[in-house]
Each structure stands twice: as structure tokens, then as C-alpha cells.
T-cell receptor, first 114, second 112 residues
Framework: DAGITQSPRHKVTETGTPVTLRCHQT?????MYWYRQDPGHGLRLIHY???????DKGEVSDGYSVSRSKTEDFLLTLESATSSQTSVYFC?????????????FGPGTRLTVL | DAKTTQPNSMESNEEEPVHLPCNHS???????IHWYRQLPSQGPEYVIH???SNVNNRMASLAIAEDRKSSTLILHRATLRDAAVYYC?????????????FGKGTLLTVNP
């Protein structure tokens, strides 16, 4: 199994509070991704990183920011959590981008915003 | 939009082969076909991918039609642990595509 961990695994928070989710990898892969999974929507990309300090937006990036100060860690921050951000968040990594390269996923973080 | 079409659900018996179909009739020449699966309460798991030729790995086989408009994921002997949602995904071959677009997938039920 690819070495990907996510923390915390479960979190309950209140509307308006800041939340940071952490993804940590031991594979030294260049690319890291944050997805959210909601019933009826499948997985949707929030942000991705193609190197240290290099990040870009995905399809549902509003309300989220990311940071990657070192290869192994990719942080997802909800500056002011809202109930619509209740979801399961998955981190993924890949060595390269593009169609010939698989992504490996972490175990997920279940976030509930009350 | 890189759409694929899969049956909503399929059922199999343990230790029998399973053939999961996927239609991707609008596929272009540089699109790869990827399969992922997601077990209950877990993150998606990479299964296999291919471009033109059939592919085999320790988990499954991927049979790609000659015109590439469809493909089939083959689990040679289904086990109870194979019960999951299986996603068929098209990915552009170039380096510019970063996201996996998951549809609804096929829910595979394996009967003991």
C-alpha cells in the first residue's frame, strides 16, 4: 500500500471555525491532490499540487486553500467552515501527471460542520 | 467532459469470474482507460489502466476493444473482498490532465 496518511480521520466542528486537514506521504511523489466525496456527486477535485509551493485550483476550490511547504505534506484549510463543506475528504498522490499514471488515495477524513 | 457509461450494479458468485463493462464511445486516441474501486468506508483504490492493448496485473485484467470504444474489467475469481463500487475513468494521456472524474460506477455484489 502507498504510504499516505490523513489526519484527523474524523472531525466535528462548528460553522465559522477554521479547519486544517493534513495529508502526509512517504512515497516522495511529486503530485498531491485533495478531493471531496459527497452522495450523488462522486469525487470532485478541490486543489492539487505539482511540487513544493506549486498548487492550483480544482473544480470546487471556493472556500478552501492549500499549502505545500515540503514534498511529504499537503494541507487543506477551510478558513471558515460552512455546513456545505460537510463531506469526506480524500488525499491522493501520483508520481507523475497524465493518463498513464495512477493515483493512490489516503483513507479519508470525515468532516462534519454543525 | 470525459464521460463513460457503466451499469449501475452487477452481481456475482464467489470464485466465479466477473466481467465489468464500460462504454467510452467518444474516446480519443490519447485517452487512457483507468479502473478504480472503492470498498465501503475506504478511499478509492487503483486497479488497472491501459491505452490500447489488453493489460494484466495481480488484481485484474483489462480488455480493451479494438476500436477502443469499450472496455471490460475482468476479475478472474471474485472473492467477498471484491465487493465494491468500480469506476471506469478516461484520462488524457498528456501531462495537462490532473484530475480523475469519477462517475457513479458499478456496484458489485459478491454472493458467498
Amino acid at each position: 500500500d502507498a504510504g499516505i496518511t490523513q489526519s484527523p480521520r474524523h472531525k466535528v466542528t462548528e460553522t465559522g471555525t477554521p479547519v486544517t486537514l493534513r495529508c502526509h506521504q512517504t512515497e516522495n511523489h511529486r503530485y498531491m491532490y485533495w478531493y471531496r466525496q459527497d452522495p450523488g456527486h462522486g469525487l470532485r477535485l478541490i486543489h492539487y499540487s505539482y511540487g513544493v509551493k506549486d498548487t492550483d485550483k480544482g473544480e470546487v476550490s471556493d472556500g478552501y486553500s492549500v499549502s505545500r511547504s515540503k514534498t511529504e505534506d499537503f494541507l487543506l484549510t477551510l478558513e471558515s467552515a460552512t455546513s456545505s463543506q460537510t463531506s469526506v475528504y480524500f488525499c491522493a498522490i501520483s508520481a507523475l501527471a497524465g493518463g498513464s499514471n495512477e493515483q493512490f488515495f489516503g483513507p479519508g477524513t470525515r468532516l462534519t460542520v454543525l | 467532459d470525459a464521460k463513460t457509461t457503466q451499469p449501475n450494479s452487477m452481481e456475482s458468485n464467489e470464485e466465479e469470474p466477473v466481467h465489468l463493462p464500460c462504454n467510452h464511445s467518444t474516446i480519443s486516441g490519447t485517452d487512457y482507460i483507468h479502473w478504480y474501486r472503492q470498498l465501503p468506508s475506504q478511499g478509492p483504490e487503483y486497479v488497472i489502466h491501459g491505452l490500447t492493448s489488453n493489460v494484466n496485473n495481480r488484481m485484474a485484467s483489462l480488455a480493451i476493444a479494438e476500436d477502443r470504444k469499450s472496455s471490460t474489467l475482468i476479475l478472474h475469481r471474485a472473492t467477498l473482498r471484491d465487493a465494491a463500487v468500480y469506476y471506469c475513468i478516461r484520462l488524457l494521456g498528456g501531462g495537462s490532465n490532473y484530475k480523475l472524474t469519477f462517475g457513479k460506477g458499478t456496484l458489485l455484489t459478491v454472493n458467498p
